[in-house]
């Protein structure tokens, strides 16, 4: 072989070691959660959470000496491209997935990561079935809809007793599910529900259902779903109805909602995701631009705690982390979790009573 293609064959040679390093030096993870759609805005909570997560941690020096790559895909808020969204991170060979941000989606696509042996940590999927079925790599940073269920009904029971109340909800894994948890817990209380309704998503005229609040004699109603019809139900029954009360979940949590609702939304109470009080990376998303309500820093946490737990195991190895995670409590911006058999996160309480008031949602306890 001549010098100039011994220098060639060493440069491949070279260039062939240092591209295997560099494939080497990264941990790709996976954020899902819907880019597109009615619930965009939601997704762009959870990677807005997780991405900064990776950008902190990697300006710390990375996980196990390599950089952190986040790969991100969406799901829509839909069960069947929850699925083809799981299956191009299971292709990229993703040991861990921050996401899905809808129980509906969050549901199924745990189902393919626990064969696939990848880790899920979904910041908002409040839906009890998604730890309920003992999956051993699935755990969520955000509360539960029986807790949030039995917190909206004893709200219910103690500021309206005696009153007419009606459910209203969605169809949807998140709305029907926080509805039925509330239905429950009003059941137990011995409080009947004078009406039960459901809406379809994206349904704009609600002249039927207001028709039915007037005809039940309703005094207030609890709504379980997202911002946009509550938005609407609530402007469009007030015309009508202008004393009917009004409660609504976490999944109302946006600017939306107002937009929709205007004024009709005013003092309307709503039990939320707790809102931490991490000063300094609130303080650093703000400065970004980004306001960090809702899963932006349930994300952020999720990050965290996969992150300290690889640290401890050594490894990036599915079933190492998820004993850890298990077994450990993690410093986070929510303050220091746990995760509990099932799953659940532990060490504080993911929820909080807030009220709208001017555009925007404020502790309860700040309006009294």
């Known amino acids: 072989m001549m010098p100039c293609d011994r220098l060639a064959a060493l440069a491949v040679a070279l260039l062939a070691t240092i591209a295997v390093s560099s494939a080497r030096a990264e941990i790709r993870i996976g954020i899902a959660t819907p880019l597109t759609g009615h619930y ?3 997704g762009e909570q959870t990677r807005a959470g997780a991405d900064a997560a990776v950008r902190d941690l990697n300006g710390a020096g990375g996980l196990l000496g390599e950089t952190l790559v986040a790969v991100t895909v969406d799901d829509f808020c839909d069960p069947d491209q929850a699925m083809a969204a799981a299956q191009k ?13 809808c129980s509906g989606a969050a549901i199924p696509a745990s189902t393919l990561y626990e064969e696939e042996g990848i880790i899920l940590i979904s910041p908002a999927a409040t839906n009890p079935r998604l730890t309920d ?27 309206w007793a005696g009153a007419n109340m009606a459910v209203v909800h969605d169809g949807q894994a998140y709305g029907e599910g926080i509805a039925e948890e509330t239905r429950r817990r009003l059941d137990e209380l011995n409080i009947e529900t004078a009406l039960l309704e459901q809406v379809e998503p994206g349904q704009t005229e609600f002249s039927d259902l207001i028709a039915a609040f007037e005809t039940s004699g309703i005094d207030v109603v609890f709504y379980g779903g997202y911002q946009s019809e509550a938005g609407l139900i609530i ?9 009917l009360g009004f409660v609504v979940p976490d999944g ?7 937009l929709i609702a205007g004024a009709t939304a005013e003092g309307t109470p709503m039990s939320a995701t707790r809102l931490p009080a991490a000063a300094d990376v609130v303080a650093a998303f703000r400065a970004a631009g980004t306001n960090p309500i809702g ?3 349930y994300a952020y946490a999720a990050v965290q705690a ?16 998820a004993d850890v995670l298990r077994q450990k409590q993690f410093d986070t911006v929510l303050g220091t979790i746990g995760f509990d058999a099932k799953g659940d996160v532990t060490g504080f309480d993911p929820f909080a009573w807030y009220v709208w008031t001017d555009g925007r949602y404020v502790p309860k306890d700040l309006t009294e």
């Open 89 to 101: 991170l299971v292709e990229e060979g993703v040991p861990f997935v921050v996401g899905h941000q």
């Open 235 to 243: 402007r469009q029954a007030k015309a009508r109805l202008p004393e």
């Open 306 to 321: 996969w992150a300290q737990a690889v640290e401890h195991a050594g490894t990036t190895d599915a079933a190492m982390v």
């Open 252 to 258: 109302v949590a946006s600017e939306d909602f107002w």
């Open 133 to 159: 079925r003992g999956l051993r790599y699935t755990f969520r940073t955000s509360g539960r809809d029986d807790l949030q269920g039995r917190m909206v009904a004893d709200y219910l029971a103690e500021e």
């Open 40 to 42: 965009a805005w939601a």
């Open 295 to 297: 899963a932006v820093l």
